[in-house]
């Protein structure tokens, strides 16, 4: 023994709390969609009942921060990009998803290491079907 600690690395599933955590940033993430009047045109672009969308986007995060992987294989696979790419993404409603998704990680405290990756790598998706909208 060197006297080396071996740190278990957790997922990020695991840091944000597991499917309470999950559930909480999603709901905290639609309730500023659904309350701040800046997100209006990004509102509008949803269904009335956010209900469904909410269970679909916990699904998503479920499976993309490390988690159990039943929602993707009950649906067969799912690609984000795809899902996405007929809905006239603009770069305005893009910017107000990142800006409310952002909020939301502030409202509910997402640890700041994983806070700050989750904001790269959505921030790439999230521009990434943005500029799929305006190249039709
Ligand atoms: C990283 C970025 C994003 C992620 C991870 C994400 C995730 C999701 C997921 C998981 C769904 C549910 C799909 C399904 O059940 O088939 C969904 C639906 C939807 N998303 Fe996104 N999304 C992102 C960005 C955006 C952006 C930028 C917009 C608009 C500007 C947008 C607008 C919508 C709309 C309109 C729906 C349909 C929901 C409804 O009918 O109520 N999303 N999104």
């Known amino acids: 023994m060197d006297g080396t600690v071996i740190e278990e690395k957790r997922s990020p599933y695991e840091v944000i709390g597991g499917a309470e955590g999950v559930r909480r940033l999603v709901d905290a993430f639609y309730d ?3 309350s701040n009047p800046d997100y209006i045109a990004l509102r509008e672009m949803h269904e009335p009942d956010l209900g469904p969308t909410r269970d679909s986007l916990t699904g998503f995060f479920t499976v993309w921060l490390g988690g159990p992987r039943e929602w993707i294989e009950k649906r067969g696979g799912f690609c984000i990009m795809s899902r996405h790419a007929k809905m006239n993404v603009t770069k305005e ?37 943005a500029w ?4 039709r």
């Not at 990142?98 to 990680?105: E, F, K, L, S």
């Not at 990756?117 to 790439?124: E, F, P, R, T, V």
């Not at 799929?132 to 190249?135: E, F, L, Q, W």
């Open 93 to 129: 409603t893009s910017r107000q998803w990142m800006d409310a998704m952002r909020d939301a990680i502030r409202q509910v405290g997402v640890e700041p290491e994983l806070a700050e990756k989750m904001d790269n790598a959505l921030g790439q998706l999230a521009e990434a079907m």
């Open 132 to 135: 799929r909208g305006k190249a």
């Open 32 to 34: 500023v969609m659904d």
